[in-house]
């Protein structure tokens, strides 16, 4: 079993135990911006099944309680400062379009919302696959070319390489091993999200991070490919 699967599997045993005890979840309060205990806000359960709920009024402003059972299970220990510093790191090159840019500062606001609602993180998670998407029919100018053709063609004019991601350990022999084979697991990681699931997780930093580095790529300086279609279509142009 997968130290996510554990994490999954404990994470909801200790939110089924924190709910249901008696003296109410932590009963402990929020400081500041950390925790130190926390109310289980926002969650219930069901016949064994968490269930998120609308948040009340009066915890609008509080930290999902979930962080801190990450934290205790991982070591980790996150804060709403690490999380905005984290996100604010994460830039796009100059060259990406506005339209683009727009949405992917929306992507980062939604991921500074996952401190107080934990459940956001797979609709950011969602959401950078459907920005990598839409940057692609964005740089082909193709509204209907499916993902995977436009992977593939990416590939092929080098706008992608598995060098342009920081989490992936290029192959001297085959630089382009990784985004071959997202050519059909991005595609299929994007319906499982679009299909909905009850995995909760702190992924939104790292979704982010490979949803930048691929817009990046799409559109940093010209590639060969696009420097020879260049020159090829001045060299047809009747003299």
Not at 34 to 50: D, E, I, K, Y
Not at 62 to 90: M, N
Not at 196 to 206: I, M, P, R, T, Y
Request: proline share 5%.
């Amino acid at each position: 079993m997968s130290i996510y699967i554990r994490c999954q599997n404990k994470l909801k045993s200790i939110v089924n135990e924190k709910v249901h005890n008696k003296a109410g979840g932590y009963g402990g309060k929020v400081v500041g911006t950390s925790f130190q205990s926390a109310p289980a806000c926002g969650v219930m359960v069901s016949r064994n099944v968490t269930m998120e709920e609308f948040k009340k009024f009066e915890e609008i402003n509080h930290p999902d309680v979930r962080h801190a059972l990450i934290d205790q299970i991982t070591g980790t220990a996150l804060t709403l400062e690490s999380l905005y510093e984290a996100l604010e790191k994460i830039k796009l090159i100059d060259e990406v379009p506005p339209e683009i840019k727009s949405q992917f500062n929306v992507t980062k606001n939604l991921a500074i919302y996952t401190w107080h609602s934990y459940s956001l993180d797979p609709v950011v998670q969602l959401k950078t696959y459907i920005l990598i998407e839409h940057a692609l029919k964005v740089k082909f100018e193709k509204n209907t070319w499916p993902l995977p053709k436009m992977i593939k063609k990416a590939i092929n004019r080098g706008w992608v390489k598995d060098s342009g991601f920081s989490h992936v350990v290029e192959d001297p022999g085959d630089p382009a091993k990784y985004v071959r084979e997202m050519v059909e697991i991005l595609p299929g990681l994007r319906n499982m999200a679009a299909h909905g699931s009850d995995d909760l997780h702190q992924k939104a930093v790292g979704h982010i991070q490979i949803c930048s580095e691929w817009i990046n790529q799409i559109f940093s300086q010209e590639s060969e490919y696009d420097k020879s279609s260049k020159r090829d279509a001045v060299n047809s142009v009747p003299s």
